[in-house]
Structures are given as structure tokens and as C-alpha cells.
């Protein structure tokens, strides 16, 4: 069992940066695939970005790719997502979430078996 917390959301202007943590409760943390996903009102859950637990491998779709950068310290058992030049169609709830898996269903969401309680992300026009 793994717990994730995530943190750092908030209310940013477009244009604008962010950087949302995840800490993980377990020190086999750095054994686990890592992603992160948003989901906004009435929307399936999104794809935002993953990380590979052994060679710290990214993956990003297109809408986020070059804006967004997730990245990990497994000392400190926790992944990031560092989020510049914020659009407000970025406005969603962020989970990340925790998988043993990696590979083409790294942007399903039903592929994760641990998740975070999410942390809202707004951003005005």
C-alpha cells in the first residue's frame, strides 16, 4: 500500500508557473512508476505526465508537453510537476498516482493502483 499526498495547487493568473508536489509514504517509493493526471468538472480524467521508477524516463501528451515537467527525488520520496506558461484549460484537479507497470497504458488512469486525494489547480484568464 502506498499513500500519496499531493500539494502545491492554487489559484495563478495565465501565463503564470506552478510546481505540485506528490509525497509518497513508502520507502519502496522509488520502485514505483509515477504519474500525474487532472480531471476538470464533468471531464474524464486526463493524462498530464509519467516517470519511470529506473531510469527516471518522462512521458507527456501534447496538450502539456514542453510546458509541463515531472520529475522525482527518491530521497525525499516525492515527484513534481513543474507546470510554466499555464493556460486556463490547465484548470483541473491534479491527482498523482502510483503504478508497477510501464508502457503503452502509462496515459490510462485504470492502469494506477495507488492515487493521491488531488490538489485544484485554477487558472484565470
Known amino acids: 500500500q502506498v499513500q500519496l499526498v499531493e500539494s502545491g495547487g492554487g489559484l495563478v493568473q495565465a501565463g503564470d508557473s506552478l510546481r505540485l508536489s506528490c509525497a509518497a509514504s513508502?520507502?519502496?517509493?522509488?520502485?514505483?512508476?509515477m504519474g500525474w493526471f487532472r480531471q476538470a468538472p464533468g471531464k474524464e480524467r486526463d493524462f498530464v505526465a509519467a516517470?519511470?521508477?529506473?531510469?527516471?524516463?518522462?512521458s507527456y501528451p501534447d496538450s502539456v508537453k514542453g510546458r509541463f515537467t515531472i520529475s522525482r527525488d527518491n530521497a525525499k520520496n516525492t515527484v513534481y510537476l513543474q507546470m510554466n506558461s499555464l493556460k486556463p484549460e490547465d484548470t483541473a484537479v491534479y491527482y498523482c498516482?502510483?503504478?508497477?507497470?510501464?508502457?503503452?497504458?502509462?496515459?490510462?488512469?485504470?492502469?494506477?493502483?495507488?492515487w493521491g486525494q488531488g490538489t485544484q489547480v485554477t487558472v484565470s484568464s
Open positions: 498516482a502510483a503504478r508497477d507497470g510501464w508502457g503503452i497504458r502509462n496515459s490510462d488512469f485504470r492502469a494506477y493502483d495507488y
Open positions: 516517470t519511470r521508477s529506473s531510469d527516471s524516463t518522462t
Open positions: 513508502r520507502r519502496t517509493f522509488s520502485t514505483y512508476n
